[in-house]
């Protein structure tokens, strides 16, 4: 099962918005609508920001926000924040033979 | 407060063995599924295995199937995973993470779908 395919990094200015692609296939994020997002600033565990591809984990803010479009999702960080700057995984179930599909990480830079 | 304490990581050589333990406090370890998911330096995630509630029914990346072993135990409120026949490739920090307790069905049991709350992780490096 290859990984999910995630753009190496993007960035932005506080205030404004950045989206984050996560591409994969018919047997993972385009079969399933069980697609989820983490955040991890360096050093630190991933933190829940999205799953079922647009719901938030309880105390996560609505900035971030997630979607899904065939077998691409995207998750987008509206009224970007210093403390933002992280790196973003996506994830998707993948079926009961290989499960959960990691993506490639996104490095987000705050300019 | 919730948290998850990851602990076991060492340095070993290749065809090694390593036991790893997580210990669970502040939440009813009972109810939820438990999982590994390492990340090698500078690399990015990977699912390794998870546990059912009932500790019945363990799930392993291919990577690992027939090497590694998931276990818990309720009397400690520990996770484990057993890790044998170690490879310089499975240098990684490993976490454990919680079930968030959304499930998908089927005719073969239930799965965790996302993982809520995760250990700050442990660092296995297996190198000569």
């Known amino acids: 099962q290859s990984a999910l395919t995630q753009p190496r990094s993007v960035s932005g200015s506080p205030g404004q918005s950045v989206t984050i692609s996560c591409t994969g296939t018919?047997?993972?994020?385009?079969?399933?609508?069980?697609v989820s997002w983490y955040q991890q600033h360096p050093g630190k565990a991933p933190k829940l920001l999205v799953y079922?591809?647009?719901k938030w984990p309880s105390g996560v803010p609505d900035r971030f926000s997630g979607s899904k479009s065939g077998n691409t999702a995207s998750l987008t960080i509206s009224g970007l924040q210093a403390d933002d700057e992280a790196e973003y995984y996506c994830c998707s179930f993948a079926g009961t033979d290989n499960f959960y599909v990691f993506g490639t990480g996104t490095k987000v830079t705050v300019l | 407060e919730a948290q998850l304490l990851e602990s076991g990581g060492d340095l070993v050589q290749p065809g090694g063995s390593l036991r790893l333990s997580c210990e669970a406090s502040g939440f009813s370890f009972n109810s939820y599924a438990l999982t590994w998911v390492r990340q090698a330096p500078g690399k990015g995630l990977e699912w390794v295995s998870f546990?059912?509630?009932?500790?019945?029914?363990?799930y392993y990346a291919d990577s690992v199937k027939g090497r590694f072993t998931i276990s818990r135990d309720k009397t400690n409120n520990t996770l484990y995973l057993q890790m044998n026949s170690l490879r310089t490739g499975d240098t990684a920090i490993y976490f454990c993470?919680?079930?968030?307790?959304?499930?998908?069905?089927?005719?073969?049991?239930?799965?965790?779908?996302?993982?809520?709350?995760w250990g700050h992780g442990t660092l296995v490096t297996v190198s000569s």
């Open positions: 079922d591809v647009s």
């Open positions: 546990i059912s509630v009932s500790g019945d029914d363990t």
């Open positions: 993470a919680k079930d968030l307790g959304k499930r998908y069905c089927n005719s073969g049991g239930c799965y965790p779908l996302y993982f809520d709350l």
């Open positions: 018919s047997s993972d994020v385009g079969h399933y609508n069980y």
